[in-house]
């Protein structure tokens, strides 16, 4: 089974962007955590991080036919992008969405998720530990022991 883990914008920045909120793992550091918890569940996994949202719905609509699922953090596109979601929905890929920080607790902007409507489920505010329970939980979902 293979899994896609797309980034959206100014993740390329964990571990030094707002560290009180996002900690300080950085993304290369969750990319080889993921890696080790892919390798126990006997999944293949591709990367990516982008900071434009065409980029990010391009990747998407490369999942089609290559990739079982898919595991997202959109960044503020997840707020904003309705285009994103209509990818998601254009190539049937299930995707688990997941934020380091607790959205509903922040900025009354933020406590909207576009993307939400269309997932198979939402991980957040557990920090980057949320993308292996996001990993878990999506293929759980796919191949159900
Ligand atoms: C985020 C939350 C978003 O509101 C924000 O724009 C991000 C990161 C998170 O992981 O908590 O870029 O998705």
Same mark, same amino acid.
Request: charged share 20%.
């Given at each position: ?66 990739? &079982?699922?898919?595991?997202? =953090?959109?960044? #503020? ?9 209509? +990818?998601?929905? /254009? !190539?049937?890929?299930?995707?688990? &969405?997941?934020?380091?920080? =607790?959205?509903? #607790? ?9 993307? +939400?409507?269309? /997932? !198979? ?12 329970? #996001? ?11």
């Amino acid at each position: 089974m293979r899994i896609a883990v797309l980034n959206g914008p100014n993740l390329n920045l964990l571990g030094t962007r707002e560290p009180e909120i996002y900690g300080t793992t950085t993304l290369r550091d969750i990319e080889s955590r993921l890696r080790q918890v892919a390798s126990v569940l006997g999944v293949t996994l591709e990367f990516g991080q982008w900071n434009g949202e065409g980029e990010l719905i391009d990747a998407v609509q490369r999942l089609y036919g290559r990739c &079982e699922g898919a595991v997202i =953090n959109a960044g #503020a596109y997840t707020h904003t992008s309705l285009a994103l979601r209509d +990818a998601f929905a /254009a !190539v049937r890929v299930p995707f688990v &969405e997941v934020h380091l920080s =607790n959205i509903f #607790a922040r900025e009354p902007e933020r406590r909207h998720s576009v993307l +939400a409507a269309e /997932a !198979v489920g939402m991980v957040c505010g557990l920090g980057a530990y949320g993308y292996e329970l #996001a990993l878990r939980g999506l293929v759980a979902r796919l191949a159900p022991q």
